[in-house]
């Protein structure tokens, strides 16, 4: 089965849809080196060393993949403004080795296909978790979609229990609704003011994720209370509406 991306116009969403990392980045006086190279941490600190999921490249013109990263001339006393290609290092996601089936994600940014292959046995449904807790969620969630007229959150799963662990990839999930979206793939929100809303950790790729509504916030994962850590790649998830926020995370 293949799919499509739909293309989201100029700078902020550009932005928002797949380069949080990126936006995290935009500190003042920033090198092509700092830009391009994997985050690097005192091991002693216990911080993982994330290696980058894409690369940039400088240009003078703009593309369908260019973003705007501002920088401050302290000689001149000004910002400046340069322009980068994005571009991924990677296009092939997916449980190669247990295969089978291979989809197709067209990814409008970048103008071309993200190939994802698929262990049909790992697949999921929708998950709701309660006021209780969950040591693992295993496994693949593939094109769930809710398609209402009201307020929907959480496509996939929606946790408002205590998670120790999400081990899985989210792809082309999504909401749409005339009213408020949340969380394309993952809504996490807490049970009482005292209990629930906890995820510990995340392993896994979230490509081609979105809400689409009046107000849609999240494009893959909608975070209200604690998730500790998320270990992965955000490809092509973005969040459509009036008021629209967090094209990958919220």
Do not use: W
Not at 6 to 20: E, G, R, S
Not at 27 to 48: C, E, G, K, Y
Request: with cysteine; charged share 15%; glycine share 8%.
């Amino acid at each position: 089965m293949d799919f499509s991306i739909k293309n989201i116009c100029y700078f902020k969403p550009l932005l928002a849809i797949t380069l949080v990392s990126v936006v995290n980045s935009c500190a003042f006086a920033l090198s092509d080196d700092s830009l391009n190279n994997a985050t690097t941490q005192n091991p002693s600190d216990n911080i993982v060393v994330y290696d980058k999921a894409y690369i940039l490249n400088k240009t003078d013109s703009v593309q369908n993949n260019t973003i705007i990263i501002p920088s401050y001339d302290k000689e001149n006393n000004k910002l400046t403004e340069q322009k980068y290609n994005v571009e991924l290092k990677k296009y092939d996601y997916g449980h190669t080795d247990v295969a089978d089936d291979v989809k197709n994600l067209h990814v409008e940014f970048f103008d071309k296909d993200v190939t994802y292959s698929v262990d049909s046995s790992r697949l999921k449904n929708n998950v709701i978790t309660g006021n209780y807790t969950n040591d693992l969620i295993s496994g693949d969630f593939i094109d769930l979609s809710r398609l209402t007229t009201v307020n929907n959150y959480g496509a996939a799963i929606f946790n408002n229990g205590t998670t120790a662990l999400i081990d899985g990839d989210f792809v082309k999930n999504n909401i749409v609704s005339s009213g408020i979206v949340m969380g394309g793939a993952i809504y996490n929100t807490y049970y009482t003011s005292n209990s629930g809303g906890v995820i510990n950790n995340i392993v896994g790729d979230f490509i081609g994720n979105y809400v689409q509504g009046n107000s849609a916030y999240g494009g893959a994962v909608y975070n209200k209370c604690f998730i500790g850590n998320i270990t992965g790649d955000f490809v092509g998830n973005y969040a459509d509406g009036n008021t629209a926020k967090g094209g990958a995370i919220y």
